[in-house]
């Protein structure tokens, strides 16, 4: 379909807002979990009041920020609860209750409320600004690998000033896992939608450097086997995308 490879993949999101709405007979407050596009609420909208007769739906974004590895650290003792609603009396009463729940073990000014389509690019915008750092600094691996800086030596420096911070600035042989690569592409589809391709172009640059640096780390290690992976072991260490992964 349109997107194909891009855009993200709404086939089971589609079954369950169906599925809501076969099964409800009360008014309900249904929340977002997963990482979607733009405007994913208002299409979940539709389905539903078309789908049911005198049944109020208030759709909330509740993305989520955990991550492999520290998962329930980060749901216990989150950075921040980012819920998004629509900005009507009953669009915020919906998010005032979902911000209740979370009273019980989250700080009130941890919790954050904004419109739905904030909350839901909030998501796609943390892992691509994460990804960014990544492309960054394995950009300047090669820079140092070619002029005979230490490549560590400089991300710790760079990572000492306060306006950066030392987080995700480990060069490396690129990201993988599930998920930026998948939210980036999402988010260069949504970008080439609103016909902003100048943006859509600099996230595709991301994507290249991160491409870019496991062919030059394959290269390196075919170059120090003389050319050739024939009859070759190769061991990796640290298969696991992330530590404590499993």
Known sequence: GLGAGKAADLTYWESAA??????????????EKSTVPVKTAEAIEKILTHNTKGINFQILSNPEFLAEGTAIQD?????????????????????EALKAVYANWVPEERIIATNLWS?????????????????????????????????????????????????????????????????????????ECNGLMEVANYWKGVIKINDYQKSRFVNRVVSSMFNTVSGKKIAVLGFAFKKDTG
Do not use: H, W
Request: hydrophobic content about 45%; charged content about 20%.
């Open 18 to 31: 169906r599925m809501i709405a076969d099964v409800s007979k009360s008014d309900k407050i249904v929340v």
């Open 119 to 191: 909350a839901e690019l909030s998501k796609l915008a943390a892992n691509a600004v994460l990804a960014q750092r990544i492309s960054s600094v394995n950009a300047m691996s090669a820079l140092c690998e070619a002029t005979g800086a230490d490549v560590t030596e400089v991300a710790y420096a760079v990572g000492k000033d306060s306006r950066i911070g030392p987080k995700f600035l480990n060069a490396s042989v690129g990201f993988g896992g599930s998920c930026f690569q998948k939210d980036i592409l999402n988010l260069i589809y949504i970008c």
């Open 75 to 95: 749901l216990l003792n989150p950075d921040r609860v980012l819920i998004g609603g629509r900005e009507t009396p009953e669009g915020q009463k919906a998010v």
